[in-house]
């Protein structure tokens, strides 16, 4: 596929040719959508290693990289202690299907990290995470509707693939195919930090709400922080209701602070789903919370839920490593935040510089650079953010050897491997792509 839009090198490269061969046999060339780079008009980069904040292509082109394999990576890429963790775990077998002394541990590392999972189960997804979260959601309280958020991405669940924000939006897919309408009718989609329709909706369905689940830093339309009072809000609505709270944590769960976004905001809910950074990379998922609700799950209680693979060795010896390094390093946090923060900000003064309208939402390493004014609070405000100028934008910087996700709607990761010479070299490709987008619209 030639694309006449960005005339790049890399077309004619390895990566081209990878994809050629992909096509053929992956459905668009990749197994998972947002990585086939239709979002910015061109083909995807394929990758052969990485270390620290840096990536390779297939071409041999480095990058620094703001994708972390889409959050897990908060530590950099092939970190050490990471590493020899799943050596070691890697000499005594790859999996047993029998309970391990490690999964264990890892349960204890994340009820001290993150107090409200009282208990958990590991799964092998944040998909099967937030599945899981809400089937034990009605099991638990007998009601079938579940209240999410627009834009609001929950992974690949029948019941929470409306209006999904970033994956879906980004190809224009209204909902997707497969998913029955009585299905959908059960999911009420609500505007983000709205109290007042969130009110009207348990108003109007009183008794009948099993649970709201909700990114508590929206990370999948983009950076979208909570406004202050969201929270709260939906911690006393469903406490009122008698329906649950579920924080879909997967991408901001040790990332916007070691406990999470509910550390940070100081909200307790009652489950919260898990992954991304508990596997350092390796596939794995979490669901906890309240123990009288977790005592719901089988073995223990009538709701069902299993998995061949759940509590996976390897996995769970890369989370331990993983969560180990963050409580070994008590300034890890305030240091990304601080580089994150220079790069906002400094994305921000550039653009205005260039007199390009953007508005950057961060909450600690996670950004967003919208090319629209703003202010970004919720899907709708998003979507109004010029999705041709990010695409331009995203091709000047990975000309420049920076790799951004390859959507408007995507949140930018800064890891814990980025360094102030690092957030230096991006500051100085943004100056140059700004000022390229500036050039075009005189
Ligand atoms: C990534 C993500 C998921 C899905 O996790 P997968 O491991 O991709 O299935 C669910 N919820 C949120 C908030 C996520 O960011």
């Not at 609505?237 to 550390?263: K, P, W």
């Not at 350092?280 to 089988?298: F, K």
């Not at 990010?390 to 091709?395: E, L, M, N, R, V």
């Amino acid at each position: 596929m030639q694309n006449i839009l960005f005339p790049t090198s890399q077309k004619t490269s390895r990566s081209a040719e990878l994809f050629e061969r992909a096509r053929k046999l992956i459905p668009g060339g990749v197994n998972s959508p947002v990585r086939a780079f239709r979002a910015v008009g061109s083909s995807p980069v394929f990758l052969v290693r990485g270390r620290g904040s840096n990536v390779v292509d297939a071409d041999g082109k480095h990058y620094l990289d703001y994708v972390g394999a889409w959050g897990p990576l908060l530590l950099g890429h092939a970190h050490p202690d990471v590493e020899r963790a799943v050596g070691q775990a890697l000499e005594r077998g790859t999996a047993f299907g029998f309970a391990t002394e490690a999964e264990v541990r890892l349960a204890e590392l994340i009820n001290e990290i993150v107090p409200s999972v009282e208990k958990v189960r590991l799964v092998t997804s944040g998909t099967e995470a937030t599945m899981s979260a809400i089937r034990l959601a009605r099991g638990f309280t007998e009601r079938k509707k579940i209240i999410k958020f627009i834009g609001g991405y929950h992974g690949h669940v029948d019941s929470l693939l409306v209006k999904a924000g970033s994956g879906v939006a980004t190809f224009s897919l209204p909902d997707s195919a497969g998913v029955p309408k009585e299905f959908a009718d059960l999911t009420l989609a609500l505007p983000y930090n709205d109290v007042a329709t969130a009110e009207r909706a348990f108003a109007e369905h009183a008794g009948q709400i099993a649970a709201v689940i909700v990114e508590p830093v929206a990370g999948n339309m983009g950076c979208v922080p909570p406004s202050q009072g969201f929270l709260p809000a939906l911690r006393e609505l469903t406490q009122r209701d008698g329906s649950l709270l579920i924080f879909d944590e997967v991408m901001t769960g040790f990332r916007v602070s070691r406990g999470g976004a509910q550390e940070l905001y100081g909200i307790r809910p009652d489950l919260t789903t898990l992954g991304k950074i508990i596997g350092g990379g390796l596939p794995i998922g979490a669901y906890g919370g309240r123990a009288d609700i977790m005592d719901m799950v089988a073995p223990e209680g009538p709701v069902y839920q299993a998995g061949t693979l759940a509590g996976n060795p390897l996995a769970v010896a890369a989370g331990i490593a993983m969560l180990e390094e963050l409580r070994r390093r008590p300034l890890l946090y305030s240091e990304m935040e601080a580089r994150s923060q220079r790069l906002a900000d400094g994305l921000q003064e550039l653009a205005v510089d260039a007199r390009i309208p953007t508005c950057v939402n961060r909450v600690g390493s996670m950004l967003t650079l919208f090319f629209t004014p703003g202010p970004v609070v919720d899907w709708s405000s998003a979507e109004r953010a010029d999705r041709d100028r990010f695409a331009k934008f995203f091709h000047l910087m990975i000309e420049r050897n920076i790799l951004l996700p390859p959507s408007q709607f995507e949140a930018w990761f800064v890891s814990a491997a980025h360094t102030d010479k690092d957030v230096d070299i991006t500051l100085d490709a943004a100056e140059e792509a700004f000022n390229a987008l500036a050039q075009e619209l005189s």
